[in-house]
């Protein structure tokens, strides 16, 4: 892969129009379409490093495709002769290695959520830690209906909005097995998780501090609002055309809840 496939794989992952990276770059449009499509054979180093900058990469992984080291830490000597072995592998070899890891990690590692901090959607409710208590669910009487509170704020299906406090509307739901675990419910916006879900959908949500490895759930992540399945150390969409949020970049990771179901459309 050369450097121009990098540029476009990370425009293609991060969903950056050239239109886009000319405005981030300040490059003229038809510049960076001639370098992109490989017609600029000698282009500017001043512009490979403004694309570099503007995608979030460093220069020397663009140009070379070497590694960012954003852990801050060096091999270990083992690590590096694993390393080594690594890459004498033909592809059959590694996809059974990353299996194996992938399991071990699983197994070892404590999963993210337990770090994850509870966040209310409340403000008065923020400065409070939330105290675990089991959920008490009484008989209802067949046909009887609830009301819970649905709050009106885009949390995000697709790139990320913003989530924040809001004035919430009174909604009445069936009373049964399913709704009965719902605290409250979200409407959310965007195609990231389609087909199970759809813009516009208003889901239901329980609310809990932490949620397992492959439920759906609502994060906030650096002040902005995420539906999405957890992955341990990242944020799945159920729709193949949006990559996954790796959660190590963000300095704030929280779970505002578990979804535990959708309204029907009337």
Known sequence: MDYIERIKKIKSEKKITNEKLSELTGIPLGTLSKITAGISDSPKLSNIVSIADALGYSLDYIV?????????????????????RYRELDV???ELV????????QRVVTPLANELVYRSLSKSERSEPKQATAKVIEPRTI???RTIMLYNLPVSAG????????EADTITVTDNERTRTADFALRISGDSMEPRFHDGDVV?????????VGELGIFVLDGNGYFKKYGGDRLISLNPDYG????????EMVCCGRVVGRLKRR
């Open 204 to 212: 239901l949500v329980e609310d809990t501090d932490s949620v397992e």
């Open 98 to 105: 990353s299996m194996v890891v992938e399991k071990e990690s």
């Open 143 to 145: 046909g009887a209906k």
């Open 64 to 84: 070379k495709g070497i590694p960012e080291n954003n852990h801050n830490c060096t091999l270990s000597k083992d690590e590096l002769a694993l390393i080594e």
């Open 244 to 251: 996954d949020i790796l959660l190590r970049g963000y300095t």
């Open 159 to 166: 790139t990320g909005v913003y989530l924040d406090d809001t």
């Open 92 to 94: 059959h070899s590694r």
